[in-house]
């Protein structure tokens, strides 16, 4: 299929800008989630892909074509939406079949695609019955089989899960990552939900008021976020962030933290009040204030007890430091990292 590639894109509302100069590659066979809040321009990037809401002004390319004039009918692409769009009258089979049947497809390979893609997706048992008749997952799977049937190069995909419950919504997760490793093509999916993204994708690109804030796989947009937007969007509970001097912000991940009674021998230590008290099970949530300052902290340890006093500390290797513009500060943007850490009385290993 090759890569989806938006040039210069453009895209108003009246006059409203929602993206401006947009450039972004989407790699060929790769499970990309696009991330963000409502109105992040997230959904508007799908359309533009599937052909029902051009750029104002731009190139969109797929495999090296320019298709930013080419019908949706003629682009390859199946498109799964939030709310499903099967039709109640017609049976599993008859919502499956539709668009073969309007694409002229003879009725012996309508069968077979139908029963292929059926198996694929644990649909055979239901293709009699009525949309009525099945449970939210099943249906999502009725519109999954309606998509994957024309076999299109690229999968888009509107927060499809949207509609189920909190415990369907996770096996259907684990079925959509099963699903592309079978198909080895394209998926496109957007969502607002930051668990969904990190859970499913190969690639993540977040975005915030049409602009993408970072662009890479789960494990760097978590461990190394590039400014204060993806480090609090991304992560439960969200990143603690705390002012330091001359605009510069520290930031520290609440399942960095470890607890203690006693002072130890940290390097980064404070004193802190514990206010709230969350048993999760393997883990336990606390509210804390820390000089001024509500910090979130998740723990293997028990414990401890909403009223007390307790000293926290963290490893130099897991503070994160953010400039007054909300941008990361790395080692290497500046002349003295070192000066940070004493800041808030850490010490930097040169070596």
Same mark, same amino acid.
């Given at each position: 299929?090759?890569?989806?590639?938006?040039?210069? *894109?453009?895209?108003?509302?009246?006059?409203?800008?929602?993206?401006?100069?947009?450039?972004?590659?989407?790699?060929? #066979?790769?499970?990309?989630?696009?991330?963000?809040?409502?109105?992040?321009?997230?959904?508007?990037?799908?359309?533009?892909?599937?052909?029902? #809401?051009?750029?104002?002004?731009?190139?969109?390319?797929?495999?090296?074509?320019?298709?930013?004039?080419?019908?949706?009918?003629?682009? /390859?692409?199946?498109?799964?939406?939030?709310?499903?769009?099967?039709?109640?009258?017609?049976?599993?089979?008859?919502?499956?079949?539709?668009?073969?049947?309007?694409?002229?497809?003879?009725?012996?390979?309508?069968?077979?695609?139908?029963?292929?893609?059926?198996?694929?997706?644990?649909?055979?048992?239901?293709?009699?019955?009525?949309?009525?008749?099945?449970?939210?997952?099943?249906?999502?799977?009725?519109?999954?089989?309606?998509?994957?049937?024309?076999?299109?190069?690229?999968?888009?995909?509107?927060?499809?899960?949207?509609?189920?419950?909190?415990?369907?919504?996770?096996?259907?997760?684990?079925?959509?990552?099963?699903?592309?490793?079978?198909?080895?093509?394209?998926?496109?999916?957007?969502?607002?939900?930051?668990?969904?993204?990190?859970?499913?994708? /190969?690639?993540?690109?977040?975005?915030?008021?049409? $602009?993408?804030?970072?662009?890479?796989?789960?494990?760097?947009?978590?461990?190394?976020?590039?400014?204060?937007?993806?480090?609090?969007?991304?992560?439960?509970?969200?990143?603690?962030? *705390?002012?330091?001097?001359?605009?510069?912000?520290?930031?520290?991940?609440?399942?960095?933290?470890?607890?203690?009674?006693?002072?130890?021998?940290?390097?980064?230590?404070?004193?802190?009040?514990?206010?709230?008290?969350?048993?999760?099970?393997?883990?336990?949530?606390?509210?804390?204030?820390?000089?001024?300052?509500? *910090?979130?902290?998740?723990?293997?340890?028990?414990?401890?007890?909403?009223?007390?006093?307790?000293?926290?500390?963290?490893?130099?290797?897991?503070?994160?430091?953010?400039?007054?513009?909300?941008?990361?500060?790395?080692?290497? /943007?500046?002349? /003295?990292?070192?000066?940070?850490? $004493?800041?808030?009385?850490?010490?930097?290993?040169?070596?």
């Amino acid at each position: 299929m090759g890569d989806i590639v938006f040039k210069g *894109i453009n895209k108003s509302f009246g006059n409203t800008k929602v993206i401006e100069d947009l450039n972004l590659t989407i790699k060929d #066979g790769e499970f990309t989630v696009l991330v963000g809040a409502s109105g992040c321009g997230k959904t508007t990037l799908l359309r533009m892909i599937a052909g029902i #809401g051009p750029a104002t002004s731009g190139e969109l390319l797929i495999n090296g074509e320019n298709i930013t004039d080419i019908p949706p009918g003629k682009r /390859d692409i199946a498109m799964v939406f939030q709310n499903y769009a099967i039709y109640p009258t017609m049976s599993v089979r008859g919502n499956i079949e539709f668009g073969l049947k309007n694409n002229k497809v003879p009725k012996k390979e309508r069968n077979r695609l139908i029963a292929e893609i059926s198996e694929i997706v644990g649909l055979t048992p239901y293709l009699d019955r009525k949309p009525s008749a099945l449970s939210g997952g099943q249906r999502q799977r009725v519109a999954l089989a309606r998509a994957m049937v024309k076999k299109p190069s690229v999968f888009l995909m509107d927060e499809p899960l949207s509609n189920l419950d909190a415990k369907l919504r996770v096996a259907m997760r684990s079925e959509l990552i099963e699903l592309h490793n079978q198909l080895k093509t394209t998926f496109v999916y957007v969502t607002h939900d930051q668990v969904e993204a990190m859970s499913m994708a /190969d690639t993540i690109i977040l975005m915030d008021h049409g $602009k993408i804030q970072q662009h890479a796989s789960p494990e760097i947009i978590y461990n190394d976020p590039n400014n204060i937007f993806t480090a609090q969007f991304i992560g439960t509970p969200p990143m603690n962030i *705390i002012p330091l001097n001359e605009g510069i912000k520290l930031g520290f991940r609440p399942e960095k933290i470890k607890l203690s009674r006693e002072i130890t021998n940290s390097k980064f230590q404070r004193k802190c009040h514990l206010i709230t008290r969350e048993m999760l099970g393997s883990e336990t949530l606390y509210k804390a204030i820390l000089e001024n300052e509500t *910090i979130m902290i998740k723990s293997l340890e028990a414990e401890f007890r909403m009223g007390e006093d307790v000293y926290i500390s963290i490893e130099d290797t897991d503070l994160y430091f953010f400039a007054a513009d909300g941008n990361r500060i790395r080692k290497g /943007d500046v002349p /003295d990292y070192n000066k940070l850490l $004493k800041m808030v009385g850490g010490s930097w290993n040169e070596e």
